[in-house]
């Protein structure tokens, strides 16, 4: 049955608008362009207890051999503990001389059925107790018409049938190929595939008939695409799950609610701060808006949404101030956790683990293989508020100065997020960011017997981590930030058993 497409369902409408009153009341103003510092106190109630966190952080690989090429990267991946990791499926070959195939399989020529690339990345995936979600960036090279600039099939047929031999060769085995062979999988289906995300970003331009690039497929054109391949890759598996449309453009959601004859099991779509590395600190910060917003309005179709790469910036080349993975990117990242979580997303992706030569996308340095910062951001963040993790109600005295807070699940322990994303002004780029001074309080929480904290910024060791610190026990605590940065504090309780754990709100439940 298609969904009709005329309005978002009620009960997602009521739920939106509890959160636009708790974005805006409970914690701080996004964007405030604050030119200075001043003490700020953070205040945790441990008996209002709002609805149960359900956001999951996840990974992705691009490039294949990008865990290959450092000791330890490998072991980083499996320790980052993900539960999903996102495979970007293209036809680039990879950033260095030598490099393996490209990730796709038969993505430049026809019947070129080469999945070492592909196979490598899904075991290791695998191997790291993930499950692999993989997205087909577009169709292979070979199915574009590069002379009237478009895709070759209208109706997607052959991009349907290329899907299924897909499904079939992670799911069933084998396949049998377009000139009538069989494609065996060596792994059988030890390492299949439950989630497929079709195409990537259809609003933007294309990778095909490069250099000059075709234009993309239109949104009536995708939603062709999503019900001829959907069809055929369910006759081959119909336990699979379907993810798209890798975009918040409104005519792709859309179209794709109101003509998909199987409703996507979840909605993705991107959200980066900018593409330039010359924007502004502010400008980055205050894209955060624009990206939750996003959230919500795809949110209140009653779907579950998955934000399928996130990053600080989406330019081509290296920030020369390092952003992206310095204490700014910490309090980046942290206060997109913030507010996604807060709005509902399932899961989120950050973009990418190990790019071969861009730091920008790097949780670990794929030649050194030192974790960078953000690799120790992500790693704590889904320790610290895993899903299951009561919501409670925190407040912020200070624009800038932002806060997040749960009771960890199965326990009384309270623990507190603090991101300092104080400006220097609203045009530096690359500032250090205000310092501050927070004193964070919670109250109706009895029999605390410890407190710690954990911050992360520039100061922050990268081989090891931000250290455990002892604080003084007790219902408050102080943490200082020499510019941007991310502190977690866990109030340590005595007892569990006296708190209703029903959950009244299970929005963006995992798949």
């Not at 490099?99 to 490598?120: E, N, Q, R, T, Y």
């Not at 292979?140 to 031999?165: K, L, V």
């Not at 234009?215 to 379907?242: E, F, G, R």
């Not at 699940?409 to 250090?432: F, I, K």
Request: charge should be neutral; include cysteine.
């Amino acid at each position: 049955m298609r969904a009709n497409p005329g309005r978002p369902v009620s009960g997602a409408r009521r739920r939106l608008a509890a959160l636009v009153i708790l974005l805006a009341s409970a914690a701080t103003l996004v964007g405030s362009g604050e030119t200075t510092a001043a003490p700020a106190t953070v205040s945790v109630d441990a008996s209002l207890r709002l609805w149960t966190l359900r956001t999951e952080m996840g990974t992705q690989i691009k490039y294949p051999g990008a865990i290959d090429r450092a000791p330890g990267t490998r072991a980083l991946l499996h320790e980052f503990g993900a539960r999903r990791i996102r495979i970007n499926a293209t036809a680039d070959g990879c950033c260095w001389p030598g490099g393996p195939a490209p990730m796709i399989p038969a993505g430049l020529v026809k019947g070129s059925w080469d999945f070492s690339s592909l196979d490598s990345v899904v075991a290791d995936i695998t191997a790291a107790g993930a499950e692999t979600v993989l997205n087909i960036f577009q169709a292979p090279e070979w199915m574009w018409n590069c002379t009237t600039r478009t895709i070759g099939d209208p109706t997607f047929g052959e991009f349907a049938d290329y899907m299924a031999r897909l499904v079939a060769y992670y799911n069933a085995g084998s396949f049998i190929a377009e000139d009538g062979r069989t494609v065996t999988n060596p792994a059988g289906v030890a390492n299949r595939i439950k989630y497929w995300e079709l195409w990537n970003e259809p609003d933007l331009m294309s990778i095909a008939c490069m250099p000059d690039r075709a234009p993309n497929i239109t949104a009536p054109q995708y939603v062709a695409m999503w019900n001829a391949a959907t069809a055929k890759m369910l006759a081959v598996d119909p336990s699979i799950k379907l993810l798209g449309p890798a975009t918040d453009a409104t005519e792709y959601v859309t179209g794709l609610i109101a003509g998909a004859a199987r409703r996507p099991d979840a909605l993705t779509y991107h959200g980066y701060g900018g593409w330039l590395v010359e924007q502004s600190d502010q400008f980055l910060f205050d894209s955060l808006d624009g990206i939750v917003g996003s959230l919500l309005r795809m949110r209140a179709w009653g779907i579950p949404v998955w934000v399928t790469e996130l990053n600080v910036t989406g330019a081509g080349g290296d920030d020369p101030t390092r952003r992206p993975y310095n204490a700014y990117g910490a309090a980046w990242g942290a206060s997109a956790f913030r507010l996604l979580a807060l709005g509902g997303a399932a899961t989120i992706f950050q973009y990418e683990f190990a790019h071969p030569d861009n730091p920008i996308f790097q949780l670990v340095d794929p030649v050194t293989g030192v974790p960078r910062l953000p690799y120790w951001r992500d790693y704590h963040l889904a320790r610290y508020f895993p899903p299951g993790s009561r919501l409670l109600f925190a407040r912020s005295s200070q624009p800038g100065v932002e806060t997040l807070a749960v009771r960890a699940p199965n326990s009384s322990n309270v623990r507190v997020l603090v991101v300092n994303r104080q400006v220097d002004g609203p045009t530096v780029v690359g500032g250090p960011g205000l310092p501050a001074t927070v004193q964070v309080s919670v109250r109706n929480l009895r029999g605390i017997s410890q407190v710690t904290v954990r911050q992360i910024d520039d100061a922050t060791p990268l081989a090891s981590g931000p250290p455990l610190t002892m604080l003084p026990v007790g219902n408050t605590a102080t943490v200082t930030f020499g510019g941007y940065g991310v502190a977690i504090l866990e109030f340590v309780a005595r007892s569990y058993g006296d708190q209703d754990d029903d959950d009244h709100d299970q929005h963006g439940l995992p798949l």
